[in-house]
């Protein structure tokens, strides 16, 4: 047995009957739903609560990874929009033309972050234009993580659907 036989008996290339699949799919969007803007949850309901030390720490948290996402998108943006385009743009082709699988995975948790990370450069956007401290912030940080699961939970919908149906028609009993 060669390397790459071990790796494909490992790694199950029918992803939507894999446990890792959907392990990862969970982590991904428990993870994106926790690091709000890079800001942890928890340190914006402390936020909300708390004055003084706590509320700076947060303020200059957010401070630094707004700075730190707006330097990216304007330093390669372009690039990372293009490169983005066209891995995703393949991966539609290889899963949904083609008929791959794992392709199709691939796009089905791809394609929900593209939207999520346009979300947060929007959010960043606003936050720094038009100033945001304070209460202010902490409601448009939430509304970001509302926005964030709502399409997390549609993304997850359509996944679960588009695995049910996957899963159904290469079994014995879908033919």
């Not at 630094?64 to 330097?71: A, D, E, P, Q, S």
Request: hydrophobic share 55%; proline share 2%.
């Amino acid at each position: 047995m060669d390397w790459y036989t071990a790796v494909f008996e490992l790694i199950d290339m029918r992803s939507f009957s894999n446990l890792w699949f959907w392990i990862a799919l969970a982590v991904m969007w428990s993870t994106v739903n926790h690091w709000v803007l890079g800001v942890p949850y928890d340190m914006i309901l402390r936020a909300r609560r708390a004055k003084g030390e706590t509320d700076q720490d947060f303020e200059d948290l957010v401070r630094i990874n707004v700075n730190r996402i707006l330097l990216i998108a304007e330093e390669s943006g372009v690039l990372l929009v293009g490169f983005a385009s066209f891995l995703l743009s393949a991966l539609v082709l290889l899963g949904f033309v083609y008929d791959r699988e794992f392709a199709q995975a691939l796009v089905l948790l791809g394609a929900p972050m593209t939207l999520v990370t346009w979300l947060v450069m929007r959010t960043a956007k606003v936050i720094r234009v038009r100033d945001l401290h304070g209460p202010e912030l902490v409601k448009r940080l939430s509304r970001h993580r509302v926005m964030t699961q709502v399409i997390g939970i549609i993304s997850l919908f359509v996944t679960a659907l588009w695995g049910m149906l996957q899963n159904f028609s290469s079994s014995a009993l879908g033919g």
